[in-house]
Structures are given as C-alpha cells and as structure tokens.
C-alpha cells in the first residue's frame, strides 16, 4: 500500500504563478522527501525534510511539514514550463513508498 | 546522471517467461530498492536491501525474487511472466537507510 497521497492529482498553472501540492501520509515518520518524475524518466530528489523540521527552503521549492495532521505541502514559485512534470512524496524507514502523485503543467 | 544503473533499459518478452533485471548502485551505497511503475501509476515498492541482506518487503509477487550481491549489484528475477506484468522498473540507492534516493532510468518491460 502507499504511504504517501499526493493531492491534487493534476495541477494545471501558467507559467510565473506558484504551485502547491500536497502530501497526507499514515505513520510516524523520520522524513519526508519529494520527488520529481518527468515522464518515464527515473525520479530525482528534490528535498528531504525532517520530522523536527517545520519548513525547508530550496531555490524556488518551500516544503513544510505538520506532524500532528500528519501533511506536508510542496510550493514552487515562479513556475517555469520546465517544472512540467510528476512530483511524489515518500515516507518509510526500511521502505521508502512513493504516493501516486501530483501531476502538474505548466503552459509556457 | 544519477550513479544508478540498470541493464537492460527495454525488455520485450512472452507470457510465462523469466526474466533478470540488473541494478548497480552508486559506489558507496549499501541500500537497493526495487519499483514497479506501471502506466500513468505511482511507484509501488517491491523490496530493499541493505549491504546484502534483505531489510523490507512491499508488495512483490511470488513470482518476483531479488538478491544483492556481495559486490552490492542486485537482480531483480522476474518468472511466470504475464501480460499485467508490463510496466517500468526502477531501482534506485543509498548510503544507508530512509535517507535520499537516487534512481537508474529504469528498465522498460514489455509482456507480449
């Protein structure tokens, strides 16, 4: 079963505005981390927060995490139509479970 | 280019076949994890390994089996092949355990 679920599904935006996905997961964790998948290429990371963590910032990506709603939140500002593409949020100890995803374009 | 590879990148093969998938991590990683993408489909976790021995196990068929080698490589042995089966393998690495993974670009299996 997944641990993570992205939300929304897909995002539709254009380019200069932000985006905001959002991850709710089930367990206790030690980190979360996002994940960006172009299509049929294998994921990179993007950040891992901790979970004495409440935000991380990394050039245009801000991830804040809620431990007590169990939630994390994905922004990218200033969207480029390069930000085109699947973005995933793991959790797991031994296993790291992706969620299935938010799928977001950007039109240039 | 993220370290990780994986031989071989399209697999095209019948029902009812076996089949090897090959990972070789970055150097200095001990943990190798195995996904299953199917189409348009998030990642399932199939099993991780850390420094040879296996530490998780998700939701991988009898069919399915993966071992890592002392040299730290992993193979994933994919039998009994069928049609649902057909998806994009990925494995990914690291140093330890529940820290950042980096991913090969996936072998793409065809059941026909």
């Known amino acids: 079963s997944q641990q993570g679920e992205e939300d929304p599904q897909a995002l539709s935006i254009q380019e200069g505005e932000n985006a905001t996905m959002n991850c709710s997961y089930k367990t206790s964790i030690n980190n979360l981390q996002w994940y960006r998948q172009n299509s049929g290429r294998g994921l990179v990371h993007l950040i891992l927060?901790?979970?004495?963590?409440r935000e991380k910032h990394s050039g245009r990506l801000r991830v804040t995490l809620d431990t007590s709603k169990k939630s994390s939140s994905l922004l990218i500002t200033a969207s480029r139509a390069a930000d085109t593409a699947s973005y995933f949020c793991?959790?797991?100890?031994?296993?790291?479970?992706f969620g299935a995803g938010t799928r977001l374009t950007v039109k240039p | 280019d993220s370290g990780v590879t994986q031989t071989p990148k399209h697999l095209i093969t019948a029902t009812g076949q076996r089949v090897t998938l090959r990972c070789s991590p970055r150097s200095g990683d001990l943990s190798v994890y195995w996904y299953q993408q199917s189409l348009d489909q998030g990642l399932q976790f199939l099993i991780q390994?850390?420094?040879?021995?296996?530490?998780a196990k998700g939701n991988i068929l009898e069919r399915f089996s993966a071992q890592q080698f002392p040299d730290l490589h992993s193979e994933l042995n994919l039998s009994s092949l069928e049609l649902g089966d057909s998806a994009l393998y990925f494995c990914?690495?690291?140093?330890?355990?529940?820290?950042?993974?980096?991913f090969g670009s996936g072998t793409q299996l065809s059941v026909l």
């Open positions: 390994y850390y420094n040879g021995e296996e530490r």
């Open positions: 927060i901790r979970s004495n963590e």
């Open positions: 793991a959790t797991g100890v031994n296993d790291m479970r």
């Open positions: 990914a690495s690291s140093v330890g355990t529940n820290e950042k993974l980096f």
